[in-house]
């Protein structure tokens, strides 16, 4: 995704081809989510951080996509050249953040979900990162190839109530066992996915070495109908801009919003995908005219969000907060 952008954005800007890349689970709920969450935030606040919790629920047995697994072990397989990739490039602009940067915890107990979570190598944060980016190149978000005078003003009026914040993701589960199965799958692939030998292992054995979440022949028509996911944002930040400028620098505001949806491989990313497509076929004028990037700066000021909302994908505001310092 990194390397498609490095090496084809300039040149389909030139062409005026629009390549929007993570148009799938989970990079889309976490853009869009992370967008809608952000525009929870009163005018005069600031928004200093935001974690997504991703958590998977079934009534059966919990089964994923194979191409999940294959594509975390090939990951692992590429980390160097994804770093080397990373160094090579200008450093990005990054936006103004209020507060210090998210200090994760490995492992931690979410008090206000009531969940256990683990730290998620999870390219959605840098998806995120890409966007703010974008949008601090460019505040009022990219200009349509022939946008019309509505769009161009709901685009400015969209992006004006976004607000940037250093954003993480983590896998949720209500049992601490659970954090401990997808402990010991992060820790197979993370040292077999190093070497040719211990791919070969992994993609013969996923359902043994990923403890059950993944095999071969994939979930049955029964385990994709009794899933669903739940997307939790809880984001804290500063009632006022002097908070904010204090001292301690500790938040005193928080924010929890959701999106949930259907079983993720196989319904929630189809029902993405589709949407992403409809609207760059039937608004294409109102997008950018060409290049590489990430969903959230694309479809932000669309009706994404309406359309996914009416396909079974929701977007709910949930709760907000004082904290005590």
Known sequence: MERMEVKFHE??????????????????????????????????TKLNQVVAYVVLESERRIVG???????????????????ELRQSRPRRVR???????????????QNSLGLWALKLPSADAFVVRRTLSALTENPEGLEGVDETDDYKEKRKQFWMMVKPAHFGVK???????????????GLFIGILGV?????????????IFSLGWFRKR??????????????WFVGKGYSNARVASEGDGKPDTEII????????????TPIILMQCAIIVLSQRHNLPKGGVYPPGIV???????????????????????????
């Open 171 to 185: 896998i949720g589960s209500k049992s601490p066992f659970e954090i401990l199965r997808f402990m010991l799958t």
């Open 257 to 268: 919003t959701r999106v949930s949806g259907p079983e993720v491989g196989y319904v929630a």
């Open 95 to 109: 936006p103004q953040i209020a507060g210090p940067p998210i200090k994760h915890k490995s492992i931690e107990y």
């Open 299 to 325: 479809f932000g000021p669309t009706n994404l969000q309406e359309r996914l909302q009416a396909n079974g994908i929701c977007f709910d505001f949930i709760s907000k907060k004082s904290l005590g310092n």
């Open 218 to 231: 994939g979930p049955t028509e029964e385990e994709v109908h009794s899933a669903t996911f739940k997307m």
């Open 65 to 83: 996509n194979l191409g999940t697994y294959e594509s975390a072990v090939l990951g692992v397989a590429n980390i160097t050249n994804l770093q």
């Open 11 to 44: 040149s389909a800007k030139e062409a005026g081809a629009l390549v929007v890349s993570a148009c799938g689970f989970d990079s889309v709920p976490a853009e869009m989510g992370f967008i809608f969450h952000s525009r929870q935030w009163e005018l005069q």
């Open 195 to 207: 070497f040719a030998f211990g791919r070969k292992l992994l993609f013969k054995f996923p359902e």
